[in-house]
């Protein structure tokens, strides 16, 4: 059984001192992976033959010379070494062959491979004299047992202290007591004692079309002049994966992108098996019941819903596209609108959807047009009801019909804050969001004051936030209460509402509606899952997708030690919270 302690993982000290005995190969061994782990030069060295025969094989062929190498250790450390499956295997009383497997992550990105080292005994100790490494991209995360934390499950029974996860191929393949899930012979060992594993979370409600700032909603404030929105949207279109590793960071392994341009339909291909990207699921373009002007010259993020027609072939098409759902915008124009009209298309839609098999999503913050969603078959309402409190006949539809509610609490905070031109940065951990995010939004301030607004829009868009806030939350206590399934979802990419960082707020406010912890983990797990319609994620049952988040503190106590996560796991490949941040 090959065993990595957590610390090691962490890279915050050695599993063994750099500067251990060397008496046999094995200690020599330990010790020249700790001085990697502690960063010490010195130590490093000390393990080599300082000889102009010391050899050094990698992809690109043969190097000979202590010199070049010594000089070349000035280079830097990894962020992070893991290094597993060390063996040692004498060769004669003088010579030993060694060998690991390595995960190493530095500023190039992450890399996996087998290293080796032929160690000599010497009068000083066992020193090395061949050692080469060399990458093997296409390995699949070796197995792994983590053994010894809490494991809280909120989709199954109480939680469980001491216990252990098995992680192969992917997938969870057994999580329970030590006498229930023995650990293989081939499986690595990490120790988690003293830690909490929770599901990895899931936000069932993100926008990749939109930057998590103003520029990518020139509606919030416009700075079109200094960030032309087509090439906003084209960056976003070319590198989406900017926001993949602020997802993984902040214990985001799943979301769901319920409305975006069409390109955020091929998002779900590229992410399904990924190791280094939160599992993707899309709607693609949104119906709007508003012509709304936000689109593109050459493609569409909104599409008028301006006859039953346009309606059901609009449906028809993101079937063929391979969309995951179909996404209502439903809202009531500035004019006494036509409801009779309105409601006919959104049931136009949601029976169309019925027909060719997906799901039906909508955006419904008025009581009246939350009603007639869930009439018209949504399955889930990605926002709260903000016009009132919801009433008897709003919860005995909803749980007639099944309907999940993610009350998206938060991201109105964020239109607040832009319209104060004030960022509160202290709310989302900075060290998770990409650094040209980081920037403007932490410029919001100076970038935008030509455009400032005077103190009395402020003052009201402050009262507006705070009593849609106060009346969200009096309806998510009322809806969970009624059994009404309750899902995570942030809106993330709407502006200060920063893709993956936001989560932690989102989590709070969830609680501070009256949740328990252990209801607010299941919304964002379990149910999560169910409203994004991944069946094998968001538990930690045995055959569930290895998708899974280790922290230093007990969410049940409080749901803000989420925020205190130690490792990460994506489909079995375990991160360092440290190497996931952005420096």
């Known amino acids: 059984m090959h065993r990595c302690t957590l610390v090691s993982l962490l890279v915050t000290a050695a599993p063994l001192s750099p500067l251990v005995a060397q008496n046999t190969p094995l200690e020599a061994f330990r010790g020249n992976i700790a001085a990697i782990h502690a960063r010490d030069r010195a130590a490093y060295l000390s393990h080599y033959l300082h000889t102009p025969a010391l050899a050094r094989v990698g992809p690109d062929g043969l190097r000979q010379g202590y010199e070049d190498f010594a000089n070349g250790r000035d280079a830097g450390w990894p962020d992070t070494l893991v290094a597993t499956h060390l063996r040692i295997v004498p060769l004669s009383p003088d010579v030993a062959y060694g060998v690991y497997r390595y995960r190493v992550v530095d500023s190039s990105g992450s890399a996996r491979g087998v290293s080796e080292r032929v160690f000599l005994r010497t009068p000083a100790g066992w020193k090395v004299a061949v050692t080469t490494a060399f990458p093997t ?18 989709a199954a029974a109480g939680p469980l202290r001491d216990a252990v996860v098995v992680l192969r191929d992917g997938r969870i393949a057994c999580a329970g007591s030590r006498a229930a899930c023995p650990v293989p012979a081939d499986a690595d060992s990490v120790n988690a004692a003293g830690k909490w594993i929770i599901p990895g979370l899931i936000d069932t409600h993100v926008h990749f079309s939109q930057t998590g700032w103003v520029d990518g909603r020139p509606d919030a404030l416009d700075l079109r002049d200094r960030y032309p929105y087509e090439q906003v949207e084209a960056e976003l279109h070319a590198r989406p994966d900017r926001f993949y590793r602020s997802y993984l960071c902040s214990g985001v392994t799943s979301v769901f992108d319920v409305g975006g341009y069409p390109w955020t339909l091929e998002l779900q291909q590229g992410t399904a098996r990924s190791t280094t990207a939160p599992r993707v699921v899309a709607a693609g373009p949104l119906l709007s019941t508003i012509d709304f002007w936000l689109n593109l010259p ?33 809202i009531m124009p500035p004019q006494p609108p036509d409801t009779a009209r309105m409601s006919a298309l959104v049931h136009a839609a949601g029976d169309e959807a019925r027909k060719v098999g997906l799901p039906l999503i909508v955006h419904a913050t008025g009581l009246w047009e939350a009603k007639d969603a869930v009439r018209a078959g949504a399955r889930v309402l990605v926002h709260s ?4 409190p919801v009433d008897e006949e709003f919860l005995t539809l909803a749980q007639r019909r099944g309907t999940i509610y993610v009350p998206t609490l938060t991201v109105p905070d964020g239109y607040r804050q832009v319209a104060a031109r004030r960022f509160d940065g202290d ?8 650094p040209a995010t980081r920037s403007k939004a932490l410029a919001t ?52 509402t920063l893709h993956g960082a936001s989560v932690f707020m989102e989590l709070e406010a969830m609680q501070s509606a009256g949740l328990t912890p252990a209801d607010v983990l299941l919304a964002a797990t379990r149910t999560a899952g ?21 922290l230093d503190a007990d969410p049940l106590a409080d749901i803000r030690n989420v925020r205190r996560i130690a490792l990460v796991v994506r489909r079995g490949e ?9 420096r």
């Open 427 to 434: 709310l989302q951990p900075l060290a998770c969001v990409d």
């Open 574 to 582: 375990i991160y360092t919270r440290r190497e996931l941040e952005y």
């Open 385 to 388: 009801v903000w016009s009132g």
């Open 445 to 496: 301030d100076t970038v935008a004051r030509a455009q400032r607004l005077s103190s009395a829009v402020v003052t009201e868009r402050a009262s507006r936030t705070a009593r849609n806030l106060a009346q969200g939350l009096a309806n998510l206590k009322r809806v969970h209460d009624a059994a009404i399934p309750v899902a995570l979802g942030t809106d993330a990419g709407n502006p200060l």
């Open 137 to 154: 991209p296409s390995i699949a995360p070796p197995p792994t047992a983590l053994l010894g934390a809490t494991l809280v499950d909120p």
């Open 298 to 330: 050459d493609q569409r993020q909104f599409i008028y819903m301006a006859d039953e027609a346009t309606v059901r072939a609009a449906v028809r098409a993101h079937k063929a596209w391979g969309a995951a759902a179909i996404k209502v915008w439903y």
């Open 530 to 550: 169910l409203a994004s319609g991944l069946d094998s994620t968001g538990t930690l049952a045995a055959g569930s997708v290895a998708d899974l988040v280790v």
